[in-house]
């Protein structure tokens, strides 16, 4: 089963103005993720780190909406200790943020498969550090799409032309 760390970027995602391709296409690719969630497909990763980022979102109704949409679903649930700390202290070292390095510390904790984020830095930062991470940082949408290609090869093998 995978395991999936999301940033709080991807819980507000479909809640964001849906004008852009971009916004639009990240938004439904994080829906059907957190479908799987609720189908039991996939795991969801969560942590202290995420509860306390919403917690701070300045608009209310903003708030809601993401705690209503987390609600759907029940995480494996990380709490922040010393090893996280510490780890994400070394991730800030490598040009990561305060709160980005401890959500990339609380998925590798997880054993997180993907810790997915709309934000671009992260994303490169990601590919920049890939070696020294625990944990691949992808776009939701780009991962999703090679979770669908690589479902469709899997399904293409196992399925012969005489029925076999």
């Not at 059907?32 to 202290?48: A, M, N, T, V, Y």
């Not at 994303?123 to 669908?148: A, D």
Request: glycine content about 4%; overall charge negative.
């Amino acid at each position: 089963m995978k395991k999936i760390y999301l940033d709080v970027c991807c819980f507000n995602r479909p809640f964001d103005e849906q004008t852009q391709e971009r916004i639009k296409l990240e938004a439904e690719a994080i829906l059907l993720i957190l479908k799987r969630f609720e189908l039991g497909e996939w795991q969801w990763i969560s942590s202290e780190t995420v509860d306390f980022e919403v917690a701070q979102m300045p608009s209310v109704e903003r708030k809601n909406r993401v705690n209503s949409l987390m609600a759907t679903i029940s995480p494996d649930f990380i709490l922040l200790d010393t090893y996280i700390i510490d780890r994400g202290e070394e991730l800030e070292k490598q040009g990561f943020d305060v709160y980005d390095a401890l959500h990339v510390a609380c998925a590798e904790q997880g054993q997180a498969d993907a810790f997915l984020t709309t934000d671009d830095k992260m994303c490169r930062l990601g590919t920049r550090y890939s070696q020294q991470l625990n944990v691949r940082i992808e776009n939701p949408l780009k991962w999703f799409q090679e979770m669908i290609n690589e479902s469709a090869s899997n399904d293409t093998r196992t399925d012969s032309p005489d029925g076999d």
